[in-house]
C-alpha cells in the first residue's frame, strides 16, 4: 500500500489545522490532483459527482471509509439498518458535546510534548462537527513550514471545512473578534461514524481491522473506571485504541472517554481524554447558529476564501456543505438562476441564497513544503500492529448481529503456563500422541497430562 505524509501547509497557515483535522496522509493528492485522479493514483474506487442521493449511514469509499462518512450522506443514526453495529450500546451517540485534553508523545518516550484542551460538539446525524481549541497550542509537523495552531475553531460540514483564527480574549461566538476565515472543500469525506471502531469496514481494506480487546480498568478524570476496548487498524500498520464506559451514566449513556490515536507514518502519537458529555439537540436554532459562525461572519462583511482548486466558474456551491448543484438531479434540469427563490439545498435543507458561483479570484493557491515526497522517512508510533500478536475479532454488541464464534485449533497448549506445543521444537518432529508418557513441557516442566487441546479456541 501507498505510505505517503501529509506534510503540508497552506497559505494564510490552513495547512497544520487541515492536517490535524483529518490526520489523512494523501491529503496532499487530494488537494493537488483533485478527487478523481487521486483516487485513481491509491487505487481507490474513483470519486463521484456528489448526489443528492447519496444516503443517511452511507460510508466513505475506500480505505477513509474505516472512520469516515460519506461527505455526501445528510448524517449518521445509531440504528443504521444493515450497519454491523446497528443499535449497539457501545457505539457513540450521534449528537453530544465534550471537553477533549489532547497530549502528545513522540513514539520513544512517555515525556509529553504538547497539551491542548478542545470544546467539540458534535452532531453527526447531520454529518457536522464543531472543535474549539481554547488552551495549548499545536504545534505544526518537524520538517514542513506548518505554522502552530492556536484559538482556533474548525467546522466540518459535510465535505466543507472552515478555520477560524481568533483573537486573544475571545469567547468564540462575537465574530467581530475573527481574525482570519479560510475554506477546504474535502469531497468524499465526512465527518466520523459513530461506530467507527466497532466494526472492521470497509471489507475490501485488508488492513482496516477492528479486534475487541474486552473489559479493563483505566483511570478517567482521577477515577477508577471500568471500560470496554476496541484497537482499530488502520492504513499504516497503526492502530487507534477506543475505551468506552462501561456502566451507563446518568442519561443512561455509555460515553466515548479515551482514545490512543497513532501518529500515522507523520507525526507523534496523541492521548484523548474524553470529559464533560451532554446531548446536543439538533433541532435546537440556537446551537445551529454556532456551526454556521462562518456564515454569520461572512453576513457581517467579512470573507472567508478558499484553499481548494477552484471550482468551474460556472458550477453554483452551497456555502453549507458544499454541495455541487447538479441540474439533472437537483433541479429537473433547470440553470440554477432559474430555480424558485423557494428551492433549499437537496443535501443540508438551506436555502438557495446560501449557494454561490465559484470564482477564480475567490481561491487562496496551495503552497507545499519542498521536503513533501512520496517515500519520505516514515515516523515510527508506539501503537504499530504486531502481526504475530493480531487477531481480527469484530464484536460490535448489536442486537443485529451474532456474537463471533470460537474458532477451534489443532494447537495443543499447556495449562499450567500456556505453551503450545511445537512438534519441531518441542518433540524432534513427533506428533504429540507419539512423545512418551515421562515427556514434560520444556518452559515450566508440567507432565504430559498438562496439555490439553479439545479446550482450546482462538477467535479470528
Not at 462518512?69 to 451517540?93: D, L
Not at 456555502?319 to 433547470?334: F, L, N, Q, T
Not at 432559474?338 to 446560501?354: I, M, N
Amino acid at each position: 500500500m501507498v505510505q505517503l505524509s501529509v506534510l503540508f501547509t497552506l497559505a494564510l497557515g490552513v495547512g497544520a489545522d487541515l492536517e490535524a483535522h483529518l490526520r489523512c496522509p494523501h491529503a496532499k493528492l487530494w488537494l493537488t490532483h483533485g478527487a478523481e485522479k487521486a483516487a485513481q493514483m491509491l487505487g481507490m474506487a474513483g470519486h463521484k459527482k456528489a448526489s443528492a442521493a447519496t444516503g443517511k449511514c452511507s460510508i466513505a469509499e475506500g480505505f477513509p471509509g474505516g472512520a469516515h462518512q460519506n461527505s455526501a450522506s445528510p448524517g449518521y443514526s445509531q440504528n443504521c439498518s444493515g450497519a454491523p453495529a446497528q443499535a449497539s450500546p457501545y457505539m457513540w451517540p450521534v449528537d453530544f458535546s465534550l471537553l477533549e485534553e489532547n497530549t502528545v508523545m513522540n513514539f520513544d518516550s512517555d515525556e509529553p510534548i504538547g497539551h491542548t484542551k478542545s470544546n467539540t460538539l458534535y452532531l453527526l446525524s447531520k454529518n457536522w462537527k464543531r472543535t474549539d481549541l481554547f488552551e495549548g497550542k499545536q504545534a505544526g509537523r518537524p520538517g514542513t513550514s506548518a505554522p502552530d495552531m492556536e484559538l482556533t475553531t474548525i467546522l466540518h460540514r459535510n465535505e466543507n471545512l472552515v478555520f477560524i483564527q481568533w483573537a486573544n480574549g475571545t469567547d468564540f461566538t462575537n465574530v467581530s473578534e475573527i481574525l482570519s476565515c479560510t475554506t477546504n472543500r474535502v469531497p468524499g469525506i465526512g465527518n466520523i461514524r459513530p461506530d467507527w471502531f466497532l466494526d472492521s469496514r470497509p471489507y475490501s481494506s485488508a488492513d482496516i481491522k477492528s479486534q475487541y480487546l474486552g473489559n479493563q480498568h483505566i483511570v478517567h478524570d482521577g477515577k477508577p473506571t471500568l471500560v470496554k476496548q476496541w484497537r482499530k487498524s488502520d492504513f499504516a500498520e497503526n492502530y487507534f485504541v477506543m475505551s468506552m464506559q462501561e456502566h451507563p451514566g446518568a442519561e443512561g449513556i455509555r460515553w466515548p472517554l479515551q482514545i490512543a490515536i497513532p501518529g500515522e507514518t507523520s507525526g507523534p502519537d496523541t492521548l484523548r481524554v474524553m470529559t464533560q458529555h451532554k446531548l446536543l439537540d439538533a433541532s435546537d436554532e440556537k446551537l445551529l447558529k454556532l456551526f454556521l459562525i462562518d456564515q454569520e461572519y461572512i453576513a457581517a462583511g467579512g470573507e472567508c476564501k478558499s484553499t481548494s482548486p477552484p471550482v468551474s466558474p460556472d458550477t453554483w456551491t452551497c456555502g453549507v456543505c458544499a454541495k455541487e448543484y447538479i441540474a439533472d438531479e437537483d433541479g429537473d434540469g433547470m440553470p440554477f438562476e432559474e430555480l424558485p427563490d423557494t428551492w433549499v439545498c437537496p443535501r443540508c435543507g438551506y436555502p438557495k441564497s446560501a449557494y454561490s458561483q465559484s470564482k477564480a479570484n475567490d481561491s487562496v493557491a496551495l503552497q507545499f513544503s519542498d521536503s513533501v515526497s512520496v517515500g519520505h522517512d516514515i515516523v515510527p508510533s508506539g501503537l504499530e500492529k504486531n502481526l504475530t500478536f493480531w487477531r481480527d475479532v469484530e464484536y460490535t454488541f448489536s442486537p443485529y448481529a451474532p456474537a463471533p464464534v470460537p474458532t477451534p485449533t489443532d494447537a495443543l497448549t499447556c495449562k499450567v503456563c500456556k505453551h503450545v506445543y511445537d512438534p519441531e521444537a518441542d518433540g524432534e518432529g513427533k506428533p504429540f500422541e507419539e512423545l512418551p508418557d515421562d515427556w514434560v513441557c520444556p518452559v515450566c516442566g508440567s507432565p504430559k497430562s498438562a496439555f490439553a487441546g479439545d479446550d482450546v479456541a482462538v477467535l479470528v
